[in-house]
């Protein structure tokens, strides 16, 4: 009903960047939440922002400061800019949306795109 296309993955040194993108298209009614959330090898998959439909944001801790999410409703895609990157972000970064009315909304998943850090 709903599918999520991420992009904008890759490889960085330290200290670079990198700015992940989630579409979502198909049968959309509304979208409402979305968010970024990661998994490294060997680990489970952590929150790492979200955003809700009114542009009010929340962070992990370890991540303030540096990542910035943001949305364009019109596009129904949400963004993740990724700054001083350091080698404990390489994971697979995966998007989530809800989408749907109220009780009847339902979550969507991205397959999830790579990002590396390394030197």
């Known amino acids: 009903q709903v599918q999520l296309v991420e992009s904008g993955g890759g490889s960085v040194q330290p200290g670079g960047s990198l700015r992940l993108s989630c579409a979502a298209s198909?049968?959309?009614?509304?979208?409402?939440?979305m968010g970024w959330y990661r998994q490294a090898p060997g680990k489970q998959r952590e929150l790492v922002a979200e955003?809700?439909?009114?542009?009010?944001?929340n962070y992990q801790e370890f991540v303030k400061g540096r990542f910035t999410i943001s949305r364009d409703n019109a596009k129904n895609t949400v963004y993740l800019q990724l700054n001083s990157l350091k080698p404990e972000d390489a994971a697979v970064y995966y998007c989530?949306?809800?989408?749907?009315?109220?009780?009847?909304?339902?979550?969507?998943w991205g397959k999830g795109i790579q990002v590396n850090v390394s030197s």
């Open positions: 989530d949306v809800d989408e749907g009315l109220g009780p009847e909304s339902k979550d969507y």
């Open positions: 955003i809700t439909i009114s542009g009010i944001t």
């Open positions: 198909g049968r959309i009614f509304r979208i409402n939440d």
